[in-house]
Structure formats: C-alpha cells, structure tokens
C-alpha cells in the first residue's frame, strides 16, 4: 500500500549465502530462511555469514538467525503507523508561518486572498487551475444509496469501500449538500486533493446527505459511517465539518456507536461546543484540528481559540492543534487546509 514507507524495507539487506550454508541439510522450518536470504548481497551480512562457517556455527542457526531477523522486519513494518503517501504537496502546502506557539500546536498562516484565491483560481471561487487536479480520482466515485431503518441515505464514496484503511467523512455546513465535498474545482481543488489521498492510500473518502444539524441528522451520518465500518473494521476514521457540520462533529463525538471508533475530528471555520468535555472522545483523547479564518464573522476566531485553550488547560497534552489563517474569512480553512499533514499527525497518534 502507498504510504507505508516500511514497507520498502524488504530490499534493506540482501547477502548471499556461503556455498556452505546453501549445501548444508536445513530442517523444515529453517528452509524458508535460507531462501529468503538467497541471493542477498550486503557486505555486512555476507561477513556475518562467513564468520559463522568459520566459527563452525551449524548453518541451520544462521539461516534460524536470518528468518528472525527478516520477522523483526516485517513485525516493524506492520507496527509502523500509517502515513499517507504524497500527492500534490508542494501545491497544497501551507503559506509562510507568522508565528507558532504551545510547541507549534498553535500556528498563524499568512493567508492572502489575491494570492490564495485570485491567482490560484482561474476563476476565483468556482473554478481552481487545471494544476491543482487530478480528475482519474472520479473513476472510483461512486453516488451511493443506501437502505437503513432511518430510510434511504445518501452519501458520495470515492475509494476503497471494503478493506479500507483510512475512512475519511467531511460533513458541509448551511446551504450545503453532500454534492459539496465532491466537488473537484472549488474551494482551491482542495476537496479534489483528500479524494485522492484517500483513493491513493487504499482509503475511502465520504461525503453524505444528512437532514439536519441536530440528532436526527447526527443519527443518519453515524448509520452511513457504521454502514462502511462495518466493511472496513480496523479502519482508522476521521471526520471534518465544514461550519455548522460542526454540530454533528461534535454530536458524533459522544454517540456509542462512532466515539470508540474516532481517530480525529476536524473543525474547519467551525464552532464549539462545551458539550465536548463530557463526551467519550474526550475522555479517550481523540485528537481534534481546529483551523479558523482571523476574519471570520459567522464564528469569531477568538471563542474557537478560547475553546481550544480550554482543552489545553482541561486536559494537560491532550493531542489538539490550531491553524489560524490572518485575514482569512468563513470559507478559508477548507480552502487552505493541508489535509495530509493533519491526517498524517493524527495517524502517527493511532493506538
């Protein structure tokens, strides 16, 4: 799978084997490492070898030594957190950084709209340059309908639907519908850019329906989330609402059902809510992302980086992080977000 960077440790060390080792009588079990260490070429490993013949060390036990060693290897392999492999970073990457603070867990971008948006966008606001897209991503984007006691729910899906590895889930804000966080060209291609992580990474991305901000809305996202959970059980699973999609983040943060599974909420130009320190994503220390525009008048930057202290306070290293965009407006953080490097800190925190 892209992404995990261990997993090109299989080419770590090749040796060959001394003509003894190879001619020696092996037991069953010591076969197989005598052929996984055929053919190695390492300079330190074929010294290894060739001491061992000397000392009169039984071939049987290096090539026993070898089998544990390349175990060792693949144990670290499988022990690695998942990272997601690039795509396109350079491009999404962060402005200039005006000052950082709590250990660079709170930081202020310089964000400027001519430069963010005007030059970006080849017509600002709806369309981003062609550069910042890859449309082969649509080939595994599906517009899902699904039956369920609450009725039919409707999600977009674009991924891996069974056997994924990272489940991401953008939930939109007033006005807006699951058509929102498919759409390639807007917000700065940015939505573009986590369909293809997620696709690129072996993961499923979803953008869902749902019919309002309150419980019954928060029911019907958590069904559809179940729904693909239940098809890719050791998934990690993230979510990130976009403005008033924040009450349903932070509903979903308590619901028995989701919270367990939680490996991160992402609030972007989102709110707050009090509520949040009784939950049991709380209590379990699932890591939460804020990103606010310093400009934004639906919800001031000033309560949602009073309400990212109030953890910090609350509950001394507990895994959150700001991103504040100076002169940004509601809309900025999910124009501005770089979603692999938030989904990568979050990852390198799963247990």
Known sequence: MRGLSSGRLAGFCELPLS?????????????KGAKLAAGFSSPLWGEVVRAANRRGVAASFVAL?????????????????????????????????????????????DYREYRD???RDAIPERRVNDQYVSLGVRRVQQDEALDSPLGTLRTFAVGVAKGASVITVYLHGQGGSRSQGVDDFTFGGNFNRIKNLMA??????????????????AGEVAAIIEHYLRLSPHAALFVACGSMGGHICWKLADKPEIAPKLSGLLLLGSMWDEDFFKSAAYKRKAPVFFAQGSHDVVFPVERQEAFFEDIRKRSPGYPTRFARFETGTHGTPIR?????????WMLSLKK
């Open 19 to 31: 003509a003894s080792l190879r001619s020696a009588p092996l037991p069953r079990g010591a076969r």
């Open 65 to 109: 030594t070898v089998m544990l060693f390349f175990a060792i290897l693949h144990a670290a392999a499988y022990a690695a957190p998942l990272q997601l492999a690039p795509y396109k970073d350079d491009l999404f990457a962060y402005p200039a950084e005006l000052s950082s603070r709590d250990d660079g867990d709170y930081r202020v971008f």
């Open 117 to 119: 948006i005007n030059q």
């Open 200 to 217: 690129d990474n072996g993961g499923l991305y979803l953008s869902p329906d749902f019919s309002d901000f309150g419980d019954k809305g």
């Open 336 to 344: 501005m977000t770089d979603w692999r490097q938030v989904l990568d």
